[in-house]
């Protein structure tokens, strides 16, 4: 078991990302074509019949219209294409599962909140089929500017007066089912139809959302349902192929258990690879029984092939442990796992609309695999395990 950590390694960072590994003074020679040949090369007429000339393939859609996703890279309808997703938050708790529709979520954060607990966000690209997605909790700033990375519609109920100014940032699209409690005139993306409470729970763990109440409530509120012009789009980069990160050699270590568990205390949360799919599945150590994190909807347990662990600057900020993190950096560090290996990453993030972006150490921008991404956000000075 190999316990992993963030790397003091700023300095080594900034110089990476800024000037890459190659050196300017380097020069190469040419040599004019005409002087390495010796003889006439002749080329034949015809090629044997067994001879066959490779040609690269066209990145052609199963079906006629079907476009790449940018969050996951797998294809989906072209009506899709132009549509805004939607970042749903939702607690992580014994009494608020099972979740229902996480499954379908394209990118799914998890993060520690107060009281040693973790907040997940889902966010979906293809949503309006849904019929219920949650239980859906209250905002937590940090998370917004997550979310604004893919231009994605907010879906929270309430908030700490933390997220005040955010939330009340123009450019911030959110739909909310309650007002804050520190401040009931704060009615921003108030609307209430847009949430529904079910009878097998108490609350606060019974809310809930759907399609068909976000379409209704971001047309009530005048959002638009297309991407607006803060989207900067061109986000993951994904290898064209199958990036088993044999190019790194021995830098890639060994990852069939990712054990998140020391820094998620309350969740435990912790992955295992499995072989057959090439997925990570995710399990929390707190449930009763089956730790497998199942889908409530349609009793899937939740997988990804990514599975990005990314270091962040974090204080608390009050008594009652309301914590902050640093969404824009430039100088940390984390790991990116897939088919069941790992490799030390470094993150950039400039802007509230900009992109979160991963470098290896060389200073070159990772390539993920199509499919799903869970991002864990962990908190500077601590600890996590894979093996």
């Known amino acids: 078991m190999k316990k992993l950590t963030a790397l003091l390694v700023v300095g080594l960072v900034c110089s990476t990302l800024c000037f890459g590994c190659g050196k300017n003074e380097d020069e190469v020679e040419t040599v004019p074509v005409n002087e390495m040949l010796s003889e006439p090369v002749s080329v034949p007429e015809t090629l044997p019949e067994e001879t066959v000339i490779e040609t690269e393939t066209e990145d052609l ?26 970042a749903v938050m939702i607690p992580d708790e014994n009494a608020a599962l099972p979740h229902y529709g996480i499954s379908q979520a394209d990118i799914l954060y998890e993060c520690n909140v107060e009281g040693g607990m973790t907040r997940l966000m889902a966010v979906f690209k293809d949503w309006k089929n849904l019929e219920k997605i949650g239980n859906v909790r209250s905002c937590r700033d940090y998370y917004v500017y997550w979310a604004k990375e893919w231009d994605a519609i907010y879906c929270h109920i309430g908030g700490p007066f933390y997220i005040l100014p955010i939330i009340n940032d123009p450019t911030t699209d959110n739909i909310t089912g309650a007002v804050l409690a520190s401040d009931t005139s704060q009615k921003k993306g108030l609307v209430d139809a847009a949430f529904f409470r079910t009878s097998d729970r108490d609350a606060p763990h019974n809310a809930y959302t759907s399609g068909d109440r976000i379409e209704s409530a971001i047309q009530k509120l005048g959002y638009s349902e297309t991407y607006t012009s803060n989207y900067e789009g061109d986000h993951f980069r994904f290898a064209s192929g199958e990036n088993t990160l044999e190019q790194y050699g ?34 929390q150590g707190m449930q009763k029984g089956d730790k497998k994190h199942i889908d409530g909807a349609n009793g899937e347990q939740l997988a990804f092939k990514n599975v990005i662990v990314q270091f962040t600057h974090y204080e608390t900020r009050d008594a009652k442990g309301y914590l902050g993190y640093g969404c824009h950096d430039d100088t940390k560090d984390g790991w990116y796992f897939t088919d069941g290996k790992g490799i030390h990453v470094n993150w950039k993030k400039t802007g509230d609309y900009d992109p979160t972006r991963y470098y290896d150490d060389n200073g070159n921008e990772i390539e993920l695999n199509t499919g799903k991404t869970n991002i864990c ?10 093996e």
């Open 61 to 86: 859609p199963p079906e006629e219209g079907m476009v790449r996703s940018p969050l996951t890279n797998e294809w989906i309808s072209g009506d899709l294409e132009q549509q805004r997703p939607i």
């Open 377 to 386: 956000i962990i908190q500077d000075g601590t600890t996590f395990d894979a």
């Open 250 to 283: 021995s830098d890639a270590i060994p990852a069939s258990k990712i054990d998140l568990s020391a820094t998620y205390k309350k969740t435990q949360t912790y992955f295992e690879y499995n072989e057959e799919d090439g997925l990570y599945y995710r399990f």
